[in-house]
């Protein structure tokens, strides 16, 4: 893109009190941004309101400052991915997100190429920024399956399920795939949470970040709801691992369902906050999901045949084969306590935090403050 073109883009996503709404409008009527700010008062009022029209007349503060820095990103080459920005309707603009009613005007991304087919076969895991270690082990576990299967796994980067969806994908993946799409709320220059900053790496190497925002965007609250029509939008169904009944999880459910997307949710204990919400889904028409399987079944009935073929040789290898079996059945799913369990199972304290010790280092139990213990399922 040209300096001149480039320049005209900004200032209309810049411009204050045009939104995407008004500045689609501009473009139906005009052409591209250039030619909208070639533009009398009298010709723009007759498309848009004369408070807008006049805002249009000024320079926005700040433009030139975002040229130069946008300008300088994006010959910033370290091998960090390809860095580029697409604009509404051109060739490299996600063609599903046009399907939206609010698609961005400008999309800033960094890493590997977007195809058609990976959209096609998206899908979007969100859930709690803090969940239990089950869920946020089902999150990964899930990501890395339906990566192996061949879908492209998008989410937010947020701590909790986001990062560990992301990261179970760029684990199962295979070499050359478009692991996973993270959908970000600030701009590319900076990564938000700071400590998914090696993850934000890793997925410029084998995924793509995607932003609606302008470089230089701070963390700002209000961004990180809006952004959820966008992973949704990139999906073709949502699967909320663990949510509140009020949270961004459920505002990305809701948008994929007005999108005409599949939603999945998977069940929890009926005593945790985080599994609210996900019931409240399932209630609602949310399908019930208890493996990567049951979605693989709705998204993509060939892969899931394939999938549960590659699965077989290893449904004998269960983990309570490996320890135990009656410890496991004591602890359940529900967090627990030792002296529960020590009334539970009859065995001994000594011998109890022993066997729990080699379960945890086996990855098959987890450790929760308080001194509480929980079963970890699989995907």
Not at 1 to 25: D, I, P, Q
Request: with cysteine; hydrophobic share 45%.
């Amino acid at each position: 893109m040209e300096r001149e073109e480039l320049a005209a883009w900004l200032r209309l996503t810049l411009t204050e009190g045009v939104g995407n709404g008004s500045a689609r409008k501009l473009l139906a009527a005009f052409g591209l941004p250039p030619t909208i700010f070639e533009q009398p008062s009298a010709a723009l009022r007759h498309v848009v309101s004369a408070a807008q029209a006049q805002a249009l007349q000024a320079e926005p503060e700040g433009l030139a400052d975002l040229l130069a820095t946008t300008l300088a990103w994006l010959q910033d080459d370290e091998g960090a991915g390809r860095r580029r920005v697409a604009t509404l309707g051109s060739s490299e603009y996600p063609a599903a997100l046009l399907a939206l009613e609010d698609p961005p005007l400008m999309l800033y991304m960094m890493g590997a190429d977007l195809e058609p087919a990976a959209t096609a076969q998206g899908i979007a895991i969100v859930g709690s920024r803090n969940p239990t270690p089950q869920g946020e082990g089902n999150a990964r576990q899930f990501a890395q399956a339906l990566a192996g299967a061949g879908l492209t796994v998008v989410s937010g980067l947020a701590l909790g399920v986001d990062g560990a969806a992301h990261q179970g994908a760029l684990e199962g993946a295979a070499a050359g795939q478009l692991a996973t799409i993270a959908v970000v709320g600030t701009g590319l220059d900076r990564v938000y949470p700071k400590r998914h900053l090696a993850l934000a790496h890793a997925i410029t190497r084998q995924g793509l970040l995607i932003s609606e925002y302008p470089l230089s965007t701070p963390p700002l609250a209000p961004n990180f709801p809006k952004r959820n029509r966008l992973i949704s939008g990139l999906s073709r169904g949502t699967l909320v691992v663990e949510a509140a009944l009020q949270s961004g999880s459920l505002i990305t459910a809701r948008q994929a369902l007005e999108q005409g997307k599949d939603v999945f949710a998977i069940p929890g204990s009926i005593h945790s906050p985080q599994s609210r919400g996900c019931h409240s889904l399932i209630k609602q028409g949310a399908k019930l999901v208890e493996s990567a399987q049951d979605i693989l079944e709705e998204l993509a009935p060939g892969v899931a045949t394939d999938f549960i073929a590659r699965q077989r040789p290893a449904t004998g290898a269960t983990a309570a084969n490996d320890v135990d079996s009656s410890l496991l059945q004591a602890l359940g799913f529900d967090p627990v306590s030792l002296d529960a369990l020590v009334a539970r199972t009859g065995i001994d304290t000594a011998t109890l935090q022993a066997r729990l010790l080699s379960l945890e280092m086996d990855g098959q139990v987890a450790r929760l403050p308080g001194g509480l213990f929980q079963r970890m399922g699989t995907a």
